[in-house]
């Protein structure tokens, strides 16, 4: 029986949906309707499992899926902004602790970061400041936790994982530098 069978269930909380469509399972996690801590169950598993712990939704998969034309394309959320990769050290703090990491990827609206703290949570509002290096100047931003990728790694207080930020609030001078990184050409 194969994974992308119509025969998927999510369970929240006490109660089971489904069956779902393979693609349908994707879009609800592309739209952040199920996290990686969400449970889900088809035929071919034997118990429920957690989404990260499957290879069905892992981000590798999902890239394959990407760069071959199928059926699952449709599955996946069309980003409306330009996103660029950068490395940007980053210093911040979600009003309980502080913590350091950096900018992996970024565009006008959001990011993805890589958190040396598991602790942060979805949902939570951070202050971050992105540092300058010898070409851009420091600056401040506002966010809100919208994701949190889960990690297979055995976890300490300073371990890193990857959170994606939607943007609040952005100091004046840092929208003109993330500006600058997204029209910046792609590194080959």
Not at 27 to 33: A, D, F, V
Not at 125 to 130: E, G, P, R, T
Not at 164 to 176: E, S, T, Y
Request: charged content about 20%; overall charge neutral.
């Amino acid at each position: 029986m194969s994974a992308t069978e119509n025969n998927w269930y999510v369970l929240m909380g006490d109660q089971k949906y489904g069956p779902y469509e393979y693609k349908s399972v994707i879009n609800m996690i592309q739209t952040n309707q199920l996290m990686d801590y969400n449970y889900v169950w088809a035929p071919h598993l034997g118990q429920w499992t957690q989404i990260h712990q499957l290879e069905e939704f892992s981000k590798d998969r999902f890239q394959i899926l990407l760069q071959k034309e199928s059926e699952l394309l449709s599955a996946f959320v069309k980003r409306e902004h330009a996103r660029q990769e950068v490395s940007v050290p980053l210093l911040g703090h979600n009003h309980q602790r502080f913590f350091d990491g950096t900018v992996v990827s970024i565009s006008e609206v959001g990011a993805l970061v890589m958190l040396n703290s598991p602790l942060i949570q979805v949902g939570d509002k951070l202050k971050i400041h992105l540092k300058s290096n010898d070409e851009t100047k420091a600056f401040n931003v506002e966010c809100e936790v919208i994701r949190k990728n889960f990690s297979k790694q055995r976890l300490n207080s300073k371990s890193g994982l990857y959170y994606a930020v939607r943007f609040h609030d952005i100091q004046p001078v840092g929208v003109q530098v993330i500006q600058n990184w997204i029209n910046a050409p792609k590194a080959a």
